[in-house]
């Protein structure tokens, strides 16, 4: 006991809490999009009130991927965390301006209903995801440099293959974000995209949780 | 310890943060739902106020029977979880759409309240519970074929005996899809059949609870 | 083992996702009751928008009251828990029922700002309160007389002294729906009363801290 | 386990339900924040909307500094409690009470944006985070003067400084709320002192983190 204090100066803290306050944040954030799908006040028909709901498609739309985004987010966070022995003061703060990006989606996501056919909302909302997904490189590439917080299992090398698969969703957010103004589908497939290919081969799986402990 | 971690890639992850996630996800919808019962802002009198009150009781009912939906699921899910050892990727990612589809409820719960006696609301309401029950079945069904996953005490008949029982809030939700424009009651009725079904009988409590160590 | 698993379905399930969930649901109401505090948005001048803020004592007024409400229910939620061994499927649903009508708190919150110096507001508090502990209370009943539930050390008489003590809140809420229409500071004192006298003697700390192993 | 009972009326209680409560509150304040982030529905063109989300740049600024504030009081919550032992009755309501002032927060940073260039919204944000870090130091306090529940090698000397460190913010937070209706940058200023050095040394760090057992 006496040896563990210490050394324990330069060991890290227990990552549950910063675990429970994100999973908070994210399961509020989720959850508060569907507040953005409203239908007009003035419908007189069933018919009327079918059409409005049809006509809500890009809202629903928007609210699906912004949803898939954030999930997404979620299950990165959820093995990024598990790859880790514990966090610090540097990783806490970096996990603040992660949760501060993420928390703006639902403007972005909300505007997409306000304003149909804009351009402006998507790249909006390319733009929030970009910086979500930068900052979440951000804390993947602050946890490499400090190897003391990595599990020791994890390898230098898996370390920086899941360093560069988490490059991965801010170059195509960027694209994303290019692309809006001159051409929405392709945009939208891009946002899309990112969850897809994180659904078909989380980043870091094999880097933590192969070897996690139960 | 060694040994541990050469067969740990078979081996589940551990499921509190997914437990943790829905457990605020499910908290979030729950709470939210009551944003949705307003009264009007131009009454003069307390007679006015208090009919008002009595007014909204299509609105009032609508919360009810959202709230037990949401609580039905809150139960059924933390039993679900603990007849398993721990999670995988795919069900994760299921578990997500579980998710959807119950972050979608204060929507159309809102729609009673914004539409009284209109039957679009209520085909809605039916409608996303039964895409929360059909998911719901789904993650069951996928944690049943993936055997590996469920906690080794249950048999194979007990999760095919839970399996079936996942299976009756779908087929009933799907009724009161096509009940819900030709006999409004009779939908109403079906929806609170289920959470009172799940309260006499809460489906895999046996194959769980019985067994679970505590 | 065996042994355990054998005797295991007459043992209590572990509460903590019921706990989680709780607080879940808890934070969330306690946290939205602030949503309803608005100022109009046709003032011009600071002297006037100081005045909008005075001018919403009330609400202001409301809004402590209701925090200190649902606090002092988490309070005696976390007490009340920590005196149980576990839980069972009864349990669960009959804290379902006590977080059902703990969630409607924010709407005659809400009320009372929208209506200020009517009654009708008060009267739907208190009776919202009313319903809250009457549902708190037969949390506890239920507790007392499944005896299995609570743990070894606590002996009945401690238990049925909680039961007695979680009859007060009822019976003094009781008084205040009673009282509102008529006496508006009556109502209030009494809904100030309850959570200062939690405040100043929790019913069942020392049925369970006393006793409850760290 | 007969000595453990009888020594524990004067044992502390576990603080993880008090955590998790508060990481709930804390989350859902920090995420409602930007619900407050709104643009008008009646822009016509793509350059309108564009003008219009620059137009709301204060708006964005008063969600960033209200997002760094509640972030940092986490962050300080963390620590404080990573510095405990356990909880008391005492500690409980003095949490709530901390946690009724940072649940104020939307209020005002709304107000920001309901009413740019106004000095009272600026007041009462600045008003706000005095009242809550107040309540924190309190708290602080409160745990400094009951020995007791500090972790046994937390020496009084390091729980002094720790609280002569909490009293800094309000000290800040106090100048704020006098400079707001004279100099509004002043006032922006010091609340963005706050967080950035809050984040450059975390008060109570050393007290906590480097003797907390893992």
Same mark, same amino acid.
């Given at each position: %006991?006496?040896?563990?204090?210490?050394?324990?100066?330069?060991? =890290?803290?227990?990552? @549950?809490?910063?675990?429970?306050? $994100?999973?908070?944040?994210?399961?509020?954030?989720?959850?508060?999009?569907?507040?953005?799908?409203?239908?007009?006040?003035?419908?007189?028909?069933?018919?009327?009130?079918?059409?409005?709901?049809?006509?809500?498609?890009?809202?629903?739309?928007?609210?699906?991927?912004?949803?898939?985004?954030?999930?997404?987010?979620?299950? @990165?966070?959820?093995?990024?965390?598990?790859?880790?022995?514990?966090?610090?003061?540097?990783?806490?703060?970096?996990?603040?301006?992660?949760?501060?990006?993420?928390?703006?989606? =639902?403007? =972005?996501? !909300?505007?997409? !209903?306000?304003?149909? !056919?804009?351009?402006?909302?998507?790249?909006?909302? @390319?733009?929030?995801?970009?910086?979500?997904?930068?900052?979440?490189?951000?804390?993947?590439?602050?946890?490499?440099?400090?190897?003391?917080?990595?599990?020791?299992?994890?390898?230098?090398?898996?370390?920086?293959?899941? %360093?560069?698969? $988490?490059?991965?969703?801010?170059?195509?957010?960027?694209?994303?974000?290019?692309? $809006? @103004?001159?051409?929405?589908? !392709?945009?939208?497939?891009?946002?899309?995209?990112?969850?897809?290919?994180?659904?078909?081969?989380?980043?870091?799986?094999?880097?933590?949780?192969?070897?996690?402990? =139960?």
């Amino acid at each position: %006991m006496a040896k563990r204090r210490a050394i324990f100066r330069t060991e =890290p803290l227990p990552s @549950s809490r910063v675990e429970a306050f $994100s999973d908070g944040v994210l399961a509020v954030v989720i959850t508060l999009l569907v507040l953005e799908i409203k239908l007009p006040s003035d419908l007189r028909t069933e018919a009327a009130l079918w059409k409005a709901v049809f006509h809500i498609a890009p809202v629903l739309a928007a609210w699906v991927v912004s949803f898939a985004f954030v999930l997404t987010f979620w299950v @990165s966070h959820h093995y990024f965390f598990a790859s880790l022995k514990g966090t610090d003061r540097g990783l806490l703060w970096l996990n603040g301006f992660f949760l501060l990006n993420i928390t703006m989606v =639902p403007f =972005p996501t !909300g505007l997409v !209903g306000q304003y149909p !056919g804009f351009a402006a909302p998507l790249t909006l909302l @390319s733009g929030v995801m970009l910086l979500a997904s930068l900052s979440f490189a951000l804390m993947r590439l602050y946890a490499t440099l400090h190897g003391r917080l990595l599990r020791d299992h994890i390898t230098a090398r898996a370390a920086r293959l899941a %360093m560069i698969q $988490s490059a991965i969703a801010p170059a195509l957010y960027a694209c994303a974000v290019g692309l $809006s @103004s001159v051409n929405t589908l !392709g945009a939208i497939v891009i946002q899309l995209l990112v969850p897809l290919i994180f659904f078909l081969r989380t980043p870091s799986h094999h880097a933590s949780a192969e070897n996690r402990p =139960p």
